[in-house]
């Protein structure tokens, strides 16, 4: 199985560019407008020193002053440059707004994958680190679009454009300056060799270091009582160490390599470019031609380096970028969970187990040989001890996992699991989960969760639920938000409005996994009332630890170990001397006398 933390298989930068290149797709016609003003803006900035040349070498070095020439000259190099600039600009913030817009529907897309993904998924994946790739990650791709990806473009159409106007002028001399763009890219291999390592781990750690803020946050409780907070504070310590220390080898390459390697090179350049015209000249006389020559040359070295410049100075985010871009296409990559395209319906909650079998990994067998014909509106509770399969079971109810071949079968109205219409499945199905999961957001959207339900079926949602009396004793009734994770709400609460929740869908089928486990012998019995109001109108399947709430159950199956160890009435396991469930009965009683 896939984790969320593994390191990206293959090429870094196809992935990276297989990314950009899909989100981009709406906008080609965009970019490639933007391209095209892009190339003329450099063509205009090229024609500057062009028009310099022509200056010295018609008018000033011969002494020939048409003064409405030279101004009209003076005024071509003004208007061309400002013309560069403002189209420039606008390209730019055309190009920004296209990478924005891809980055808004990489975000998107890489949330709704996520919400896609099997359950299976989220067994290995680490909460901090999705969190950040979701987050984090698709933020460094915005750099790699706006910052990198454009000034990159436009720097090497710059680049581009001021060479072939230098071979026109004097294409041995543009050879001499050309030989600037191998040993920019020389510097930036180096640069690349040293730095890429630091840049990678720093990453790594930086998302570590996310990961055990999200762990620790979620297990403040757990963390604070067995006074594990001095331990792992030293364990983020050490880490967050060891990233400084990495981002240290990475400043360390950006500050010896970049600028100043590249500022040498300019000047270097320009001692070479003047060397090579005076030796070219010394014994003749200069002529008027050359001298124009030289000054184009001179203002187009400064120009070809500032966009080298760019290119390496981008260089260490276009390597952050890629990663995380690499990443972010690796999570997109991730399989989701199959949508059948059965269209199978749930009509009466009939659930039949015919030999089946279930493991999480190979070898491992979780689910044993189960048979079970629960009929609808039966109330079937689960029981066994610890690890044996109870939540399991319930998974695979939910079809959180899939039924592996030649395991048995798992049937819904005599139709296979995996035959039912997704959207309909749902509908059929309502959870009552462990953990009463609620949303920062009011009473009425946690029972909604976003489903299209009237007033009227939320309201009465929450009736059959026994959860309308505590809801309107609340200062807004159903329009009270809750706070995050429903902090305001007492545990019992919570439980009843997930209940509600699960009811408001009309399923056909109610799973409930411990849901009373934490409530107390008050609320229980509110919880127990709800549900007996429902027995025999749907189909009820109660995993329970607390073994009074199931006792009213139309059949108790008892799992140990992964298999049918006994399956009936109450009283009639009761019955079976030395049998399990009568034994973990008599356990609880002893328990709670005691
Ligand atoms: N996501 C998972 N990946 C791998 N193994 C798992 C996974 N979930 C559960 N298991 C293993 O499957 C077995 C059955 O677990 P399950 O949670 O179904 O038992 P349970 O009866 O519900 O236990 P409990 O009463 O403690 O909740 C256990 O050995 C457990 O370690």
């Known amino acids: ?195 890429a390592p630091a840049v990678g781990r720093t990453r790594e750690l930086r998302s570590t270091l996310n990961a055990q803020t999200a762990e620790s946050i979620a297990g403040m409780a757990v963390l604070q ?39 040498l090179l300019n000047v270097a350049m320009l001692a070479v470019v003047i060397a090579v015209f005076g030796m070219r000249e010394s014994g003749g006389q200069l002529s008027a031609v050359e001298v124009g020559v030289l000054y184009a040359f001179v203002s187009y070295i400064g120009r070809v380096v500032e966009p080298l410049i760019q290119l390496t100075m981008q260089f260490s985010q276009l390597q952050q970028a890629v990663v995380a871009a690499a990443r972010v296409n690796t999570l997109l990559d991730e399989a989701e969970a199959p949508r ?59 079809r959180f996992y899939p039924i592996a071949e030649n ?18 499945f749902r509908d059929a199905v309502g959870l009552v989960p462990q953990e009463p999961f609620l949303l920062a957001a009011s009473v009425r959207e946690n029972i909604a969760m976003g489903r299209d339900l009237s007033e009227a079926q939320i309201h009465t949602a929450a009736e059959s639920a026994g959860a309308a009396g505590f809801i309107g004793r609340l200062e807004n009734g159903y329009d009270t938000p809750l706070g995050e994770g429903g902090a305001r709400l007492a545990v019992g609460e919570k439980q009843l409005l997930a209940i509600a929740r699960a009811l408001a869908g009309q399923p056909k089928i109610l799973l409930l996994d411990e849901a009373t486990s934490h409530i107390d012998t008050g609320t229980e019995q509110v919880v127990q009332q709800a549900l007996a109001k429902l027995h025999g109108k749907l189909t009820i399947i109660s995993i329970a630890h607390r073994l009074s709430t199931i006792r009213d159950a139309d059949r108790i199956l008892v799992l140990s170990h992964g298999h049918v160890a006994e399956l009936g009435p109450h009283d009639a396991l009761m019955q079976i001397e030395g049998g399990l469930y009568r034994r973990l009965v008599e356990l609880q009683q002893l328990a709670s006398e005691t």
């Open 340 to 398: 059948p395209q059965a269209k199978g319906r749930v009509m009466a909650g009939a659930v039949t187990l015919q030999n089946l079998n279930f493991a999480y990994k190979n070898g491992v067998p979780v689910l044993r040989d189960v048979n079970l014909d629960v009929k609808p509106g039966e109330f079937l509770g689960i029981v066994g001890p610890t690890g044996s399969g109870k939540t399991s079971l319930l998974s695979l109810l939910l």
């Open 1 to 195: 199985m896939d984790d969320a933390h593994k390191k990206p298989q293959g090429v870094p930068v196809k992935r990276a560019a297989a990314l950009l290149w899909r989100a981009v797709q709406p906008d080609v016609a965009t970019v490639r407008v933007g391209l095209f003003w892009l190339v003329l803006a450099a063509g205009l900035d090229a024609l500057g020193p062009v028009m310099g040349k022509a200056f010295i070498d018609r008018y000033l070095l011969p002494h020939n002053p048409q003064v409405g020439a030279m101004l009209g000259l003076l005024a071509g190099a003004l208007i061309a440059g400002c013309t560069a600039s403002l189209l420039r600009y606008h390209q730019l913030c055309r190009l920004a707004s296209v990478a924005m817009q891809s980055v808004r529907r990489i975000r998107e897309s890489v949330y709704g994958h996520v919400l896609r993904l099997p359950m299976s998924f989220f067994d290995s994946a680490i909460t901090g680190q999705l969190v950040s790739r979701v987050t984090n990650d698709t933020e460094a791709v915005k750099q790699l679009y706006v910052q990198v990806l454009f000034v990159m473009l436009d720097s090497l159409i710059m680049l581009t454009t001021l060479l072939v106007t230098m071979t026109f002028l004097d294409w041995r001399l543009m050879l001499i300056v050309a030989a600037l763009v191998p040993a920019v890219f020389g510097i930036v291999f180096l640069y690349q060799r040293l730095s």
């Open 225 to 263: 009582a067995t006074g594990a907070a001095a331990t792992y504070g030293k364990r983020y310590a050490s880490v967050n160490e060891a990233h400084y220390a990495s981002r240290q080898v990475e400043l360390r390459a950006n500050a010896w390599l970049l600028r100043p390697a590249l500022d």
């Open 407 to 424: 395991s048995g079968q798992l049937l819904v109205d005599g139709q296979p699991i995996a035959e039912l219409d997704e959207a309909a």
